[in-house]
């Protein structure tokens, strides 16, 4: 009896044993204390970063969701070609919590060959490896196709690019007794080929221009034998979709629409290139208005009629963007003239403007007074412009001082200057002052009084009411 009774609790004893094992091996440790963090792997990698980036802590508690973000984490460093997680459960109630890493290889060194149309720093600067990543063989095909679809803008269809990845273990120098690292090496081995060559080049949807109107504007030629190369470049079609587009939004098509097909041969030695267009309606001038905001209550200086004179745009005519911007710059010069400076920042602008444009060589003084708003009124093929006009105060010139002259006297410099004070602030006159100026010499030399420099002035400006 003793013997059973024994035997029954052995047999109890192994079955609770058996199922608190197994309740442990099934992953039962959430909410158990972390007693301990394991690396086991790490030799490159330094334990410390790792430490930096994981969230699980020594003393909080056990979270596997919180493991699998790190290991999620951990995995797109692309520093460790391996992780795992174990957790193992202490005599104490704790776990231990194991990340098991095997290293991924280190890339040393990038770089190219056979290449001869391409340098080899624009060729590697296109791929997304670099020396200090591990190898993703996802990336390296992504540079793979990277460099070819570079050597295909350039005209180059039928480039072929392999990949090799060399490695050198680690090893020591015969000569000098040095310790070698191992090193690996990834090469992009580049096979050009010939250049397509374009062997025709026609326009479809143009019924406004000739073909022999449209080829002027654009680069891409067909290929002559010992003349002309006529080589298909997919950087040079870009740049003439948008010349194409220039050409025909200055000619009153806002709405054209442009593209190329550049279909290959059999052979894929030569393209065809079609200029696909689509016109679109072309727009003509159905009015022209314009809108004053005067500053300090002050009557507009002009009227909409001697707006309109002041410019060469006429209801009827081609609506033109070019023939838009030149009617801007009449009417700011019209208000340069004046002096009319729209307020106290825009005239310490203009001031500073002029002061760069005369000692720096910068761009002449404008003056932005004028913005033009063109609108559909109706729903045709015309545009109406309306010209936004802001009219500054009335600026007179104060004094003009002249600095940094150690060699002609201001006298000679002032003759030129073509502002005078009490009178209105000119900004053509300021620009012309400016052209005067620049050309000056020196009394006794050929040669300018200063080569390296330009001659500056200084304007005070008042503002009258």
């Known amino acids: 009896m003793r013997f059973l009774q024994i035997l029954y609790f052995c047999l109890a004893s192994t079955i609770f044993a058996s199922t608190l094992h197994s309740a442990f091996v099934g992953g039962n440790f959430e909410d158990r204390p972390i007693a301990d963090i394991v690396f086991e792997g790490l030799d490159r990698v330094q334990e410390q970063r790792v430490h930096n980036i994981i969230q699980s802590a020594v003393?909080?508690?056990?979270?596997?969701?919180?493991?699998?973000?790190?290991?999620?984490?951990?995995t797109h460093l692309g520093e460790f070609k391996y992780i795992s997680a174990?957790?193992?459960?202490?005599?104490?109630?704790?776990?231990?919590?194991?990340?098991?890493?095997?290293?991924?290889?280190?890339?040393?060194?990038?770089?190219?060959a056979g290449n001869s149309l391409i340098t080899d720093g624009e060729l590697i600067s296109v791929t997304p490896i670099m020396k200090g990543l591990g190898i993703d063989q996802d990336a390296i095909d992504r540079g793979k196709r990277s460099i070819m679809d570079l050597y295909k803008e350039k005209g180059n269809y039928l480039v072929e690019v392999i990949s090799e990845i060399t490695e050198y273990g680690k090893d020591v120098d015969e000569f000098t007794g040095q310790r070698i690292d191992e090193s690996i090496v990834l090469v992009y081995k580049i096979m050009e080929g010939p250049r397509v060559r374009v062997k025709g080049l026609s326009f479809y949807g143009n019924h406004s221009f000739s073909?022999?109107?449209?080829?002027?504007?654009?680069?891409?030629?067909?290929?002559?034998?010992?003349?002309?190369?006529?080589?298909?470049?997919?950087?040079?079609?870009?740049?003439?979709?948008?010349?194409?587009?220039?050409?025909?939004?200055?000619?009153?098509?806002?709405?054209?629409?442009?593209?190329?097909?550049?279909?290959?041969?059999?052979?894929?030695?030569?393209?065809?290139?079609?200029?696909?267009?689509?016109?679109?309606?072309?727009?003509t001038v159905g009015g022209i208005v314009a809108q004053f905001e005067s500053i300090g209550g002050l009557e507009p200086v002009f009227t909409v009629e001697q707006i309109q004179g002041l410019i060469k745009i006429h209801v009827g005519d081609v609506y033109r963007q070019t023939d838009v911007n030149a009617a801007v710059i009449a009417i700011n010069e019209a208000y340069g003239v004046l002096g009319r400076i729209i307020n106290i920042e825009a005239?310490?602008?203009?001031?500073?403007?002029?002061?760069?444009?005369?000692?720096?060589?910068?761009?002449?003084?404008?003056?932005?007074?004028?913005?033009?708003?063109?609108?559909?009124?109706?729903?045709?093929?015309?545009?109406?412009?309306?010209?936004?006009?802001?009219?500054?105060?009335?600026?007179?010139?104060?004094?003009?001082?002249?600095?940094?002259?150690?060699?002609?006297?201001?006298?000679?410099?002032?003759?030129?200057?073509?502002?005078?004070?009490?009178?209105?602030?000119?900004?053509?006159?300021?620009?012309?002052?400016?052209?005067?100026?620049?050309?000056?010499q020196h009394p006794k030399s050929s040669e300018h009084v200063c080569s390296q420099c330009c001659w500056y002035w200084q304007c005070s400006t008042t503002s009258t009411t």
Do not use: C, W
């Not at 174990?86 to 190219?112: A, C, H, M, N, P």
């Open 86 to 112: 174990d957790v193992v459960l202490q005599s104490d109630g704790t776990v231990e919590l194991i990340y098991t890493f095997r290293e991924q290889k280190i890339i040393t060194q990038v770089s190219v």
């Open 347 to 440: 005239k310490q602008q203009a001031i500073k403007k002029a002061r760069q444009a005369m000692f720096g060589g910068g761009p002449a003084l404008e003056l932005d007074a004028t913005n033009a708003i063109p609108y559909h009124a109706e729903p045709d093929a015309t545009i109406d412009i309306l010209f936004a006009i802001t009219e500054g105060m009335p600026t007179q010139v104060g004094i003009v001082e002249i600095k940094g002259n150690s060699v002609t006297q201001d006298k000679v410099i002032r003759g030129r200057i073509g502002l005078k004070p009490g009178y209105p602030f000119d900004v053509a006159e300021a620009n012309r002052s400016k052209d005067r100026l620049g050309p000056m």
């Open 59 to 74: 003393g909080e508690t056990y979270d596997p969701e919180v493991v699998q973000k790190d290991v999620h984490t951990l």
């Open 211 to 283: 073909s022999k109107e449209l080829s002027s504007e654009i680069d891409t030629n067909v290929s002559v034998p010992f003349f002309r190369r006529g080589e298909l470049n997919e950087q040079v079609l870009a740049a003439d979709v948008a010349s194409l587009k220039r050409f025909y939004i200055n000619r009153g098509f806002r709405d054209i629409r442009v593209a190329y097909t550049d279909p290959l041969s059999p052979n894929d030695k030569e393209a065809s290139v079609v200029f696909l267009i689509e016109e679109g309606p072309q727009y």
